[in-house]
T-cell receptor, first 112, second 116 residues
Framework: DAKTTQPNSMESNEEEPVHLPCNHSTISGTDYIHWYRQLPSQGPEYVIHGLTSNVNNRMASLAIAEDRKSSTLILHRATLRDAAVYYCILIAGGTSYGKLTFGQGTILTVHP | GAVVSQHPSWVICKSGTSVKIECRSLDFQATTMFWYRQFPKQSLMLMATSNEGSKATYEQGVEKDKFLINHASLTLSTLTVTSAHPEDSSFYIC????????????FGNGTRLTVT
C-alpha cells in the first residue's frame, strides 16, 4: 500500500474548524483515501473516505487535491470529543480491500 | 449503522493458558475480517487476515500456531492466543469488511489482554 504522511500532532480550540492534512504522493489510481480516528482504549472509528471528489458526511468533510497527492480532513467545529488520533490511510480496491497499514497518525488535542 | 462487536473487552490470564477473543459483525456479512495488535503508544499492526471458510493469512513475523484464527461463519471470527506469555499482553482489535466491498471498514472496540 502507498504511504501517507501526517503531522504528529495538532491543536485546536473548541468550536473552531480543524484542518488535518495528509500527503500521499505515491497514491495509485485505484486507491481510496480513508480517514479513521481512535479514542483512547477504543478501536478505530470510521470518519470518511473518498476516491476523487470531495466528500461530506455528518462527521466531517474530505477535501481531495486535484492530483490526489494530498487530502485534508475538515472538522467544521471541533468539540472535546473530537480529541483523538486521526489516521489517513490509502486502501487499494480489489481483494486486499480492508487490509490496512496504519501510520502513526495525527494526535489532535482540543482545548476548551 | 454497522457494528462490530468484540468480546471480551478485557481479560487477564496466567502465563501458559490460552485466551479466545471473538469478533462478530452484527448487521452485515463479513467475508473478511482482520486482526490487529496495538502496543502502548504505538499504532495498530496487522496480524492476520481471516477469510470465511478458508485459512487465515498471517503477516510476516506473526506465529500462526500461536495466534489461531477461525472464521467459521460470515459473522464470526475468533482469535485464540495459545500458551500466552507476558509479552503477548497487548490491545487486540478486529475489523470487518462488508461483503459488498469498497465500503467503510468497521472495527471492534478492542480486547485488552494482560498476561501475568
Amino acid at each position: 500500500d502507498a504511504k501517507t504522511t501526517q503531522p504528529n500532532s495538532m491543536e485546536s480550540n473548541e468550536e473552531e474548524p480543524v484542518h488535518l492534512p495528509c500527503n500521499h504522493s505515491t497514491i495509485s489510481g485505484t486507491d481510496y483515501i480513508h480517514w479513521y480516528r481512535q479514542l483512547p482504549s477504543q478501536g478505530p472509528e470510521y470518519v470518511i473516505h473518498g476516491l476523487t471528489s470531495n466528500v461530506n458526511n455528518r462527521m466531517a468533510s474530505l477535501a481531495i487535491a486535484e492530483d490526489r497527492k494530498s487530502s485534508t480532513l475538515i472538522l467544521h467545529r471541533a468539540t472535546l470529543r473530537d480529541a483523538a488520533v486521526y489516521y489517513c490511510i490509502l486502501i487499494a480496491g480489489g481483494t486486499s480491500y480492508g487490509k490496512l497499514t496504519f501510520g502513526q497518525g495525527t494526535i489532535l488535542t482540543v482545548h476548551p | 449503522g454497522a457494528v462490530v462487536s468484540q468480546h471480551p473487552s478485557w481479560v487477564i490470564c496466567k502465563s501458559g493458558t490460552s485466551v479466545k477473543i471473538e469478533c462478530r459483525s452484527l448487521d452485515f456479512q463479513a467475508t473478511t475480517m482482520f486482526w490487529y495488535r496495538q502496543f502502548p503508544k504505538q499504532s495498530l499492526m496487522l496480524m492476520a487476515t481471516s477469510n470465511e471458510g478458508s485459512k487465515a493469512t498471517y503477516e510476516q513475523g506473526v506465529e500462526k500456531d500461536k495466534f489461531l484464527i477461525n472464521h467459521a461463519s460470515l459473522t464470526l471470527s475468533t482469535l485464540t492466543v495459545t500458551s500466552a506469555h507476558p509479552e503477548d499482553s497487548s490491545f487486540y482489535i478486529c475489523s470487518a469488511r462488508d461483503a459488498r466491498g469498497n465500503s467503510p471498514l468497521h472495527f471492534g472496540n478492542g480486547t485488552r489482554l494482560t498476561v501475568t
